[in-house]
T-cell receptor
Framework: DGGITQSPKYLFRKEGQNVTLSCEQN?????MYWYRQDPGQGLRLIYY???????QKGDIAEGYSVSREKKESFPLTVTSAQKNPTAFYLC????????????FGQGTRLTVV | QKEVEQDPGPLSVPEGAIVSLNCTYS??????FMWYRQYSRKGPELLMY????GNKEDGRFTAQVDKSSKYISLFIRDSQPSDSATYLC???????????FGSGTRLSIRP
């Protein structure tokens, strides 16, 4: 089955720790995106990548980092510099045009304890 | 002011009712409009896509765009409990740089 897989589904982090969220797709999509979803705020773009070994900051990139070493994979690291990391994180991919349908993973809920 | 405004709800209606979900936007450069549906604890999925003013119908769903008023709507006819979800409007500029999402409206259909 083609799709996007995010792991883990739930993640708990202690303050001051870095954590990495996994996102893998087998849709052969060029573009991948990371969004953060908070109640009442919709989806906010963290980082996106339109090609391997290249990525751009979105609207709320501070405190996050990404890599795109393989077309299929786009991991997101939430660093200790992110002041309020507790949120629902969504990974998406598409053919590379924002007008094209975006396919989303099931999300990772990160909680700082 | 947010680029895209969407009433967060929650909106609760009885089964069989007609539902109207709305978004307004401020920038006339938005040319492509989408509605995504998100079930609880899941990722959003594309429901409707349109790029012109007027209505587009798909089964029980109708997407309406009024570019002169900068207003888009999603109508659901004969609503079912399975329609209970959060509905997110999304828009793309004519320059196709990125997608801007609304905050989402949480909808509940009562049996």
């Amino acid at each position: 089955d083609g799709g996007i897989t995010q792991s883990p589904k739930y993640l708990f982090r202690k303050e001051g720790q870095n954590v990495t969220l996994s996102c893998e797709q087998n849709l052969n999509h060029d573009a991948m995106y990371w969004y953060r979803q908070d109640p009442g705020q919709g989806l906010r773009l963290i980082y996106y990548s339109q090609i391997v070994n290249d990525f751009q900051k979105g609207d709320i990139a501070e405190g996050y980092s990404v890599s795109r070493e393989k077309k299929e994979s786009f991991p997101l690291t939430v660093t200790s510099a992110q002041k309020n990391p507790t949120a629902f994180y969504l990974c998406a991919s598409n053919i590379g045009d924002p007008r094209a349908e975006a396919f989303f993973g099931q999300g990772t809920r990160l909680t700082v304890v | 002011q947010k680029e895209v405004e969407q009433d967060p709800g929650p909106l609760s209606v009885p089964e069989g009712a007609i539902v109207s979900l709305n978004c307004t936007y401020s920038n006339s450069a938005f040319q492509y409009f989408m509605w995504y549906r998100q079930y609880s604890r899941k990722g959003p999925e594309l429901l409707m896509y349109t790029y012109s003013s007027g209505n587009k119908e798909d089964g029980r769903f109708t997407a309406q765009v009024d570019k002169s008023s900068k207003y888009i709507s999603l109508f659901i006819r004969d609503s079912q409990p399975s329609d209970s979800a959060t509905y997110l409007c999304a828009m793309v500029y004519s320059s196709a740089s990125k997608i801007i999402f609304g905050s989402g409206t949480r909808l509940s259909i009562r049996p």
